[in-house]
């Protein structure tokens, strides 16, 4: 538990902090960052699996394309469900989930 802890406190701080680079990505404060750390931590362990069973076929037509857009409409349902959260475009919020990956996996990569 304190490792979920501490992986979700830094990918708060993460999501706080990456609208410095990436413009179309508004974080009002870190509470709002801890939040959209959380959901997006409950969307990816239950929602994502079921749009990826759902769009096998879309995905294997498109050679793994449209799994990048299954990664863009997780960050946009995060954002329509956590206020003080916003994006736009379509390229920020896959770099938006990328980063948030990267970061996951070099936490985990530690915590092991």
Do not use: E, W
């Not at 294997?60 to 349902?77: A, S």
């Amino acid at each position: 538990m304190i490792n979920y802890l501490i992986r979700l406190a830094c990918c708060g701080a993460a999501i706080y902090f990456m609208p410095q680079i990436l413009h179309d990505i508004k974080v009002d404060t870190i509470t709002t960052a801890i939040i959209v750390a959380l959901v997006m931590s409950f969307l990816n362990t239950f929602v994502k699996p079921v749009l990826q069973f759902l769009s096998i076929p879309i995905t294997i037509l498109t050679l793994g394309i449209f799994y990048l857009v299954i990664n863009v409409g997780i960050v946009y349902l995060c954002a329509y469900l956590v206020n003080g959260f916003s994006v736009s475009g379509f390229i920020q919020p896959l770099l938006f989930g990328f980063a948030l990956s990267i970061i996951n996996g070099l936490i985990g990569g530690f915590q092991d």
